[in-house]
Structure formats: structure tokens, C-alpha cells
């Protein structure tokens, strides 16, 4: 089943933050973060394997609460590259089942 | 990058013509997935493949099919494409993630944008 995220889109400006949740129905042994251009394919960001656990790569770190079956990706002082399509995967043998994106807009 | 290519980049056909795509990795992963993408929808996956001449259904496989008679290429077959079908489609493999902790991720190909008239 896919996983639901929230916003659908959210606008910054350049050194603002922004919290992206994903939230599954099934109980969640990993969680992985993608991000992705217009025009582009998607790009492996972070991998979350247990509850509670964080990752960073840049100023974009996630958090894993395997209890509340959810997942959040922290942007934290958003730069213009920031900008694309985020998608959450939660993972079912082998398979990953996407979310319907979160659009993110970081304006100067 | 994960080696992985896809052909063609772009394709416009017509209604009830049979349309193949192709995959084509160059690093011997053995799980391959189709997927497509469609606005409000993320990606769906179409077939995945877990070995040669291995392969099952996802969750969008009607009007698909696909084969794979070696490791390095994935094929994914419109029989009679229909304008339903119109989409970008993408190719992945799973791979261990680069830097991370020891576990397999999925990286994907370039995408393939299908235009069914």
C-alpha cells in the first residue's frame, strides 16, 4: 500500500525550513527518501533503518518512527537546489512502494 | 551513477501499436523494476525482475508485460499501447547504497517519456 505524504507542496524562501512527512497504514522496516528535478529521474537521498535513527546528507536530515509507522525529512536552512519533488519508498521485499511526492519551491 | 540506460529516451506512437522498451544495466544487479510516472500518482511499479527469465506483477502490470532473457537487459512490452498508457516510464535496479549503511537501495535509469496518441 502506498504511503501517504504531506504537504502535497510547500514554497520557502532561501534559508527557511520545512518538514516532510510520510506516514504508512503497514508497519515499516526501512524508509527511503528520493528527491527529483523537472525533467529528471528520481535521486537516492537517504536510507532510515530503525526507529529513531537520523540521516543527513547536506542540511537535509530524516527521522524514522517505526512505532508511529512515520517518517520526516527535515530541510533546514533551504537553498535554491533544494527545489524538486521528494518522494518517500517504504520497502516490502525487495519492492518499494512510493508516496505521491511532496513539491518543494525555494525561491531567492 | 548505477550504469544504467534506457531506449528510447522518447517515443510517440499510435493507438493499438505494440511499443518495447528497454533497460540495460552494465553492473550485473540482479533485481530490475519497471515503473511509471504520471502526475498525483509518484511512481508505480509495473513488473520487477529477479533474476533471468524471473519476473512477477506490481501493482499497475495490466496491458504490460516484460522479459528478461540476460542479467544486463529488462524489456517492457505495450502489446497494443492505448493513450491510458501515456507516461514517463523508469527503469531501476537495487544496489547497496554508496556511503551509507550496508543495505540495497533502488537507483534508476533516465526515464523514457511514451506519448500514445
Known amino acids: 500500500q502506498q504511503p501517504v505524504q504531506s504537504p502535497q507542496a510547500v514554497i520557502l524562501r532561501e534559508g527557511e525550513d520545512a518538514v516532510i512527512n510520510c506516514s504508512s497504514s503497514?508497519?515499516?522496516?526501512?524508509v527511503h527518501w528520493y528527491r527529483q528535478k523537472h525533467g529528471e529521474a528520481p535521486v537516492f537521498l537517504m536510507i532510515?533503518?530503525?526507529?529513531?535513527e537520523q540521516k543527513g546528507h547536506d542540511k537535509i536530515s530524516a527521522s524514522f518512527n517505526e512505532k508511529k509507522q512515520q517518517s520526516s525529512l527535515y530541510l533546514t536552512a533551504s537553498q535554491l537546489s533544494y527545489s524538486g519533488t521528494y518522494f518517500c519508498g517504504t520497502e516490502d521485499d525487495y519492492k518499494l512502494s512510493f508516496g505521491a511526492g511532496t513539491t518543494v519551491t525555494v525561491r531567492a | 551513477d548505477a550504469g544504467i540506460t534506457q531506449s528510447p529516451r522518447h517515443k510517440v506512437t499510435e493507438t493499438g501499436t505494440p511499443v518495447t522498451l528497454r533497460c540495460h544495466q552494465t553492473?550485473?544487479?540482479?533485481?530490475m523494476y519497471w515503473y511509471r510516472q504520471d502526475p498525483g500518482h509518484g511512481l508505480r511499479l509495473i513488473h520487477y525482475s529477479y533474476g533471468v527469465k524471473d519476473t512477477d506483477k506490481g501493482e499497475v502490470s495490466d496491458g504490460y508485460s516484460v522479459s528478461r532473457s540476460k542479467t544486463e537487459d529488462f524489456l517492457l512490452t505495450l502489446e497494443s499501447a492505448t493513450s491510458s498508457q501515456t507516461s514517463v516510464y523508469f527503469c531501476?535496479?537495487?544496489?547497496?547504497?554508496?556511503?551509507?549503511?550496508?543495505?540495497?537501495?533502488?537507483?534508476f535509469g533516465p526515464g523514457t517519456r511514451l506519448t500514445v496518441l
Open positions: 503497514k508497519a515499516l522496516y526501512s
Open positions: 532510515l533503518l530503525k526507529g529513531g
Open positions: 531501476a535496479i537495487s544496489a547497496r547504497t554508496s556511503g551509507g549503511p550496508s543495505t540495497d537501495t533502488q537507483y
Open positions: 553492473e550485473n544487479h540482479r533485481y
